[in-house]
Each structure stands twice: as structure tokens, then as C-alpha cells.
């Protein structure tokens, strides 16, 4: 493992997608969500990006000059077709328009099809309760990877999911998480780290328990999270996220563009309810109220969101690990663009 100082690896960021065509101000969004993931605590979702959407820029799957837009709408819906461009673009262009409907209709719900991999949804939901406003997000994955409960074979996709309140202070509650046991990119970090995974991952090709995060590419799938729990919300990401919006499914199993995200927002005022200062003043009680509960011994009890900002904080100090095949990707990309890092290494 290396360890490189946040703006110098959100810098070399901005180089390296503005050196393939796209606008500073693209960029500098694309990698902020990246590096952003990285800070609090996802590394399955950061900086390793960098090499895999460069290649599917070079494949022509990532459509740098293309803009999503609006292809339906009402006064509190929308559909948006993202032309295939970055898909956190597409995400961001998602949320404001859900947020901006939302505060206008109290409720609002907002589509997009046509949309690459958006990267950690908890960005946005987090993004529109910075806005006042409640949110829930689905995203199917259309790239099977993950199993149905008491199936063989991959079939659906991580399918995330993310919720997110205001609460009156600078931390949003906050929840997102895959349906499936971890995320894809968790088995993509313990294969560039050389490390073994848990048992109750993935299975391998012939649906053994493995821990060796090399049989989810030889044929291995991912398990749903909870059993029939999981498999119930990776569902519910499907429908909503794929069936609603039009996007593609897990099924059939087609291979290009590689994992797509079909995305449904749905947005809710809470002035349209009890008002925005009781809401959050009954939500900042509640949450106080579980953090002063009896934790198991040893364990500290903590609102979801909590995590994220603590090891944002350390990690905004010292650095962000980086494992050394991935960062020698990044090495190789470079390179082959002509940039010079100019990062400095721990």
C-alpha cells in the first residue's frame, strides 16, 4: 500500500480526464465523487475508477461529449436520458432536477436510462439532504454479478440502495449500501491488495464457498445480502431502478456497455408534512436519544453517516491508502496520456 495526499490525487484526477476531452468543470465532479468515496471509507467506489472509466472513455462506452437530458416531465416527475456520458453527469443532473421538483411539489420522482456507472449513491441522497430534502435512491447494475436468493449463477447486478434525511447538523443520516453482501469493487480492492475475502462473499464457479476474490472473474457470483432480505431489495432495485426507467436489466445477460446504472430518485419535502424545523428537530431528539442506548461492550453505538465523516476526517489528515497494482494502473494511464504526476508518496 501507498499513500498519496488528497488534492494531489484529486489534481491528478482532473488531468487525467480533462487530457481525454472532458471539461474542467466535468472533471472536477467526476473525481470528486471518486476521491470523496475514498475519504469516507469506500475505496470499492474511489480512485481505482480512474483506469476503469479511462478505458471505457477509449472503448467508446463513456461518451464525453454527450450531455443527459430531459426526455419526459411533469411538475413533480422527470425522465432524463443520460447519452451515455460520465454517469455521475447524469446523477447529478438527477438529483437538482429531483430537489428542485421536490421543493416545489413537496414530492417528486425522477428517472434516467442511458446512464454509465454513477459511482457511490450515497453522494447524491447525501447531496440533496445538504438541500433540505429527503431522498431515497435505487440503481440496478446492469452487468450480472450477484445471485438470487437460492439461485446459482449470477443473474442481477449489486443493485444499490441509499436513503438519506436532513437532521439539523452538518451530518446527514445517511444509508447506502448494495444488495448484494459487499460491493463489486470490495472484491476488485482484495484482488489488487492480494488479500483473502470472507467466506460468506461469493461462491465460485461450481457455487463452492470460496475465499479467493479471483473466482468471481472465473465464473463465481456474489450473494445477496440477508438471504431473501437482500434478494427482495436487489429486486426492488431492478423494478425500480431498470423496469421504471427503461434501462436495461440483469436479464438478458448482454455485455456492452459494461454495468450500467438505470437510477429512480424519489424526493420528499418534509414541509410538505410536519415542516422542515419540526422535522428536523424531532430527527436530531430521535438520534440523540438511540446514541445515549447501552452499547455491547467494547462497541460504541453510532448513526449511519457517523462512520463516513470520522474516517473522512483521518483520512483528509493523513492520505488515502492506495493499493499498489491500482496505483500502478493509474502509473501506466499516465503514461500512455503523457501526464506527469508530480504526487507525492508515503
Known amino acids: 500500500m501507498i499513500i498519496v495526499p488528497v488534492d494531489e490525487l484529486t489534481e491528478l484526477g482532473v488531468k487525467i480526464f480533462t487530457a481525454q476531452g472532458a471539461t474542467e468543470d466535468q472533471a472536477r465532479f467526476l473525481v470528486d465523487t471518486l476521491v470523496e468515496a475514498n475519504l469516507t471509507g469506500h475505496d470499492s467506489h474511489g480512485i481505482h475508477y480512474y483506469a476503469k472509466y479511462s478505458e471505457r472513455i477509449n472503448n467508446g462506452f463513456i461518451k464525453i461529449d454527450q450531455k443527459p437530458v430531459i426526455v419526459k416531465e411533469t411538475a413533480s416527475s422527470a425522465l432524463i436520458d443520460g447519452n451515455w456520458t460520465f454517469g455521475q453527469i447524469t446523477a447529478k443532473k438527477l438529483t437538482e432536477v429531483a430537489v428542485e421538483k421536490a421543493k416545489k411539489s413537496m414530492v417528486a420522482g425522477v428517472g434516467a436510462f442511458n446512464c454509465n456507472h454513477i459511482g457511490r449513491l450515497g453522494y447524491y441522497t447525501e447531496m440533496a439532504a445538504k438541500e433540505n430534502i429527503i431522498t431515497t435512491m435505487y440503481a440496478n447494475v446492469g452487468n450480472p454479478s450477484v445471485s438470487v436468493h437460492n439461485g446459482l449463477g449470477k443473474t442481477f447486478g449489486t443493485n444499490p440502495y441509499s436513503a438519506s434525511v436532513p437532521t439539523g447538523s452538518d451530518t446527514p443520516f445517511l444509508v447506502d449500501y448494495a444488495s448484494s453482501v459487499v460491493a463489486h469493487g470490495k472484491i476488485s480492492v482484495a484482488r489488487a491488495k492480494h488479500t483473502k475475502i470472507p467466506k460468506h462473499w461469493t461462491r465460485d464457479m461450481y457455487g463452492r464457498v470460496t475465499d479467493d476474490p479471483n473466482d468471481i472473474y472465473d465464473g463465481g457470483w ?29 436479464l438478458p445477460h448482454i455485455r456492452e456497455p459494461p454495468a450500467p446504472n438505470g437510477v429512480f430518485m ?72 503523457g501526464i506527469e504526476t508530480g504526487v507525492t508518496q508515503k
Open 222 to 250: 456474489l450473494l445477496p445480502f440477508g438471504e431473501y432480505k437482500g434478494y427482495g431489495l436487489q429486486m426492488i432495485s431492478e423494478l425500480l431502478g431498470a423496469v421504471l426507467t427503461g434501462s436495461r436489466t440483469g
Open 266 to 337: 424519489l424526493a420528499v419535502n418534509p414541509e410538505g408534512f410536519i415542516g422542515l424545523d419540526a422535522f428536523k428537530e424531532k430527527t436530531a431528539q430521535l438520534l440523540s436519544d438511540v446514541k445515549k442506548l447501552t452499547p455491547v461492550s467494547g462497541e460504541r453505538i453510532l448513526i449511519p453517516g457517523e462512520p463516513e465523516k470520522e474516517t473522512k476526517a483521518q483520512r483528509l489528515r493523513d492520505g488515502i491508502e492506495i493499493p499498489e497494482d491500482t496505483w500502478g494502473e493509474i502509473m501506466k494511464l499516465c503514461n500512455r496520456l
